[in-house]
């Protein structure tokens, strides 16, 4: 029988949850969790064959910011296919089918955590920025300067509206910033773990939270290790005020893991080299699937501009590649069919250009870029130029 990618039901839940077991789990016997908060059915979708499920794809909705705007975005998510129908093309045509309900969906841009890269690189995807993860010593984060007019307290998830209400009044500032739907949110936030929830407050007003979990640690004198899964801090004093909760650990937990990101203030505060290099950061990887409307949807400075004639490479929709003149002024992009297409580029090494995680310089000096002269070269960098984007959390 042939394949099929079908919506997903309320009848595939214990079998995708095998799937996701069997992908990603360390111990098969996992217990599933109704209470976990979940994606909506109608952004999932089912590889069937033989009439069973042996495949999945999920994608949360997102919004991705650059250049301060926020733009529609899929976090494909959960890409599992079971390991005795691996290799068949089965991840293939849920990546495919997935990125077709995105584009119904109006949606321009996809980005995912790849486990693998070559999959998602033959679908278009490039590597697009990362979810920065320092450890840190405890210690030297108790050391740092005492924030004056910022309160601390516990907080829970009955605080989530008004944490995800700061996290997007920052977001804009910030390239590749999230703006994360409730039920993604709240899976940071299940009670009953050793979870903490702390929030920050200047004048009755949230300024910044953290939320941060206990975990093992094999260090010498070590009785747990820290993780902080979600830190926002609206100033430097917010900021400030969390990292001295983390700090006060310092006795049990020699060190902390926690993203920090190109322009956090922690290194110019810090005295001395607190780093340690065994935190493993996370690069995602982003698609644009249709470029026009992601050019036109995101910000660019107002700085800039110029125009540039490019030849778009698409492997799974030629049509919407080709020729495309790019031009920007006044903080707006656009793409308009026609031009010279001297400028070619694949899909993928223009999303990363477009996410600002690589010049159009460096992914010409690698040859991802080819045919484009200086001048362009120099636009291009302007236009997405900034600090690397990042993302607070994985998905
Ligand atoms: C990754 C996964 C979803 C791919 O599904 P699949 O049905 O095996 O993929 P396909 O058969 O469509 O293969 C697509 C391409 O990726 C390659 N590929 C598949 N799995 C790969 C892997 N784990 N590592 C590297 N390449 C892989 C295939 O060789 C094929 O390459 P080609 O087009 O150049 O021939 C599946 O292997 C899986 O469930 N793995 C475990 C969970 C996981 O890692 N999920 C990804 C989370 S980001």
């Known amino acids: 029988m042939a394949l099929t990618i079908r919506p997903y039901t309320q009848d595939d839940v214990a079998a995708v949850h095998r799937l996701a077991q069997r992908a990603f789990s360390p111990t098969p016997g996992d217990e599933f969790d109704p209470e976990r908060p979940s994606m909506a059915d109608d952004r999932r979708i089912v590889a069937e064959w033989d009439g069973r499920a042996v495949g999945h794809l999920g994608a949360w909705e997102l919004g991705h910011f650059f250049g301060g705007r926020r733009l529609a975005t899929a976090g494909i998510t959960n890409v599992t296919v079971e390991p005795e129908s691996r290799g068949r093309g089965v991840g293939g045509a849920l990546l495919r089918a997935g990125l077709d309900a995105a584009h119904e969906r109006g949606e321009p841009l996809a980005t995912l955590f790849p486990l693998t890269r070559h999959v998602y690189r033959r679908k278009g995807f490039e590597l697009a920025g990362v979810w920065p993860q320092a450890q840190v010593t405890t210690s030297a984060l108790a050391d740092l300067p005492t924030p004056t007019d910022v309160e601390v307290h516990p907080g829970g998830v009955e605080d989530l509206d008004e944490m995800l209400a700061l996290e997007r009044s920052v977001a804009p500032t910030e390239a590749g910033m999230l703006d994360r739907p409730r039920e993604f949110a709240a899976r940071n936030l299940r009670p009953g773990t050793h979870d903490a929830v702390v929030l920050a407050r200047r004048d009755g007003e949230l300024v910044g939270h953290l939320v941060y979990a206990h975990e093992r640690s094999s260090a010498d004198h070590a009785f747990f290790g820290l993780r902080v899964k979600e830190l926002v801090g609206r100033d430097a004093d917010a900021l400030l005020a969390l990292y ?112 600002g995680w690589a010049s159009a310089t460096r992914l010409a000096r690698y040859g991802k870029v080819t045919g484009s002269d200086l001048t362009t070269l120099a636009f291009l960098d302007a236009a997405a130029a900034g600090p690397a984007p990042w993302v607070r959390s994985f998905f």
């Not at 505060?269 to 644009?288: D, K, Y």
């Not at 992601?294 to 501009?305: E, L, S």
């Open 244 to 355: 001295h909760v983390l700090g006060s650990s310092a006795s049990g937990a020699p060190s902390v893991i926690l993203p920090v990101g190109p322009e956090d203030p922690l290194e110019l505060w810090l005295p001395e080299q607190a780093w340690t290099a065994s935190a493993v950061s996370w690069r995602w990887m982003s698609r644009l699937i249709d470029p026009a409307a992601a050019i036109a949807g995101r910000g660019w400075p107002d700085h800039v501009r110029g125009r540039a004639e490019l030849d778009i490479v698409d492997p799974l929709w030629p049509d919407r590649g080709g020729a495309w003149t790019l031009q920007i002024e006044d903080g707006r992009g656009q793409l308009e069919r026609g031009g010279a297409g001297t400028t070619r580029v694949e899909v993928g090494p223009l999303a990363s250009w477009f996410t």
